[in-house]
């Protein structure tokens, strides 16, 4: 089943306020913290990343975009976010917000919030005015979330509809009031 598709008009929607719990910290990743890294990807049953993965992501993330949030008690990583370029080669203008993850232990703090909040920021300064993300049906709150600051669902297939009408009404959203983008939609140019 393809993701789901969301879309973040810069241009029409501010930039939410990075707001963060006490305790925690925002910061980037550098490479030698792999398995830091690889222990949150865990906790959410993603798959672990070998150096050579790193590496290749690298090519994809912006500078200071592979972002963490650590227990500042703790030192462990307990949230993730990355500000990346496209994965559409059509739409090299629109850049991503990928792979957030929150361990589940840590739920109810806003981190996910949070280290998303800080990689549109990312996005932002390095110009780009729209952003995307991938997600999934089941990924309930992450979607609720999204739809809280502003992100709008791409109908880019003709099962999204569908498929976002019933998330809206099993989150208690108006489909109506989501604001979905057609599938031929356009967005804003990266800012000079």
């Excluded at 990743?29 to 959410?44: F, G, I, K, Q, T």
């Excluded at 099993?170 to 804003?188: A, H, R, V, W, Y």
């Amino acid at each position: 089943m393809a993701q789901l598709k969301m879309i973040f008009n810069a241009e029409k929607t501010a930039l939410p306020e990075i707001n963060l719990a006490d305790g925690f910290e925002i910061r980037t990743v550098s490479d030698s913290e792999l398995a830091e890294y690889n222990a949150l990807r865990a906790s959410v049953n993603f798959s672990t990343w070998d150096e050579e993965r790193l590496a290749a992501f690298r090519n994809k993330v912006l500078d200071g975009g592979m972002l963490v949030i650590v227990e500042k008690a703790t030192g462990n990583f307990v949230a993730a976010a990355c500000a990346e370029t496209t994965d559409m080669p059509e739409l090299p203008h629109v850049g991503v917000l990928g792979w957030v993850m929150t361990n589940p232990e840590k739920q109810g703090f806003h981190l996910g919030r949070s280290v998303s909040v800080a990689a549109m920021h990312r996005l932002y300064r390095q110009g780009y005015r729209s952003f995307s993300l991938l997600t999934d049906d089941f990924r309930k709150a992450a979607v609720k979330t999204y739809l809280k600051l502003g992100w709008q669902p791409w109908l880019y297939l003709d099962e999204m509809e569908e498929r976002w009408r019933k998330l809206a009404d099993e989150l208690g959203f108006d489909f109506d009031k989501l604001n979905c983008l057609p599938e031929k939609s356009t967005f804003p140019p990266m800012a000079e």
